[in-house]
């Protein structure tokens, strides 16, 4: 067997594997991307197509520093739920929204997003990638009353068609906003 150093190659594979799947098991399993945030442009175009009105409310999954929360309860007036994997995230955004006097109106779920119960929301916001949006839609389907709307900070959610797509250019970067509305429950 061929050897560099004093560990055979094949050893030498098998510790490097180790530590590159370690390395990978570190990312939650159930991470569906990673910690991008909205610019605040985008955050009130995406509320603006939304239509999201004076005490609705607003669920945000995947909401990161709880941005979309706080424009959705100060600037439209709406109830908002955020649910966060990362625990520093969640920390952060709950003691935010405490100092701001907003704790009535903003609050934030840790936990998977996938295993929250959002049926009480008028309107959805994702920021997530395509094929985390292909995990999510069974729920959305499942669990949001028709009329609610899902809007989606540039990942289309396939085989669904927009209602509205609005463009949004920010710092020389275009961002595309979709606005899907669940359909009435067929008969
Ligand atoms: C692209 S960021 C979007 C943050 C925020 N919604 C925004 O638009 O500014 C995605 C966020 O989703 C969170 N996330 C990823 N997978 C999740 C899961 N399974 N459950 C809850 N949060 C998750 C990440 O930690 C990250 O903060």
Redesign the pocket.
Known sequence: MRTVGVLPIAVQALLLFAATLSAQQRV?P?????????PEP??EKMLEAAELKPDETLY?????????LFVAAQKFMAKAV?????AR?VKSTTEKAEKLGLADRVSVVE??????DISPADVV????LRL?NERLKPNLKKQLKPGTRVVS?DYEIMGWKPYRTEKVSVHQRTHTIYVYKMPPVEQ
């Open positions: 939650h159930d991470n569906l991307a990673p910690f991008v945030p909205t985008v955050v945000d999954l995947g909401c990161g520093d709880g941005r979309i955020g649910v966060e994997l990362s995230l936990g998977n997003l996938l295993d929250v916001s994702i920021y997530l985390s900070h």
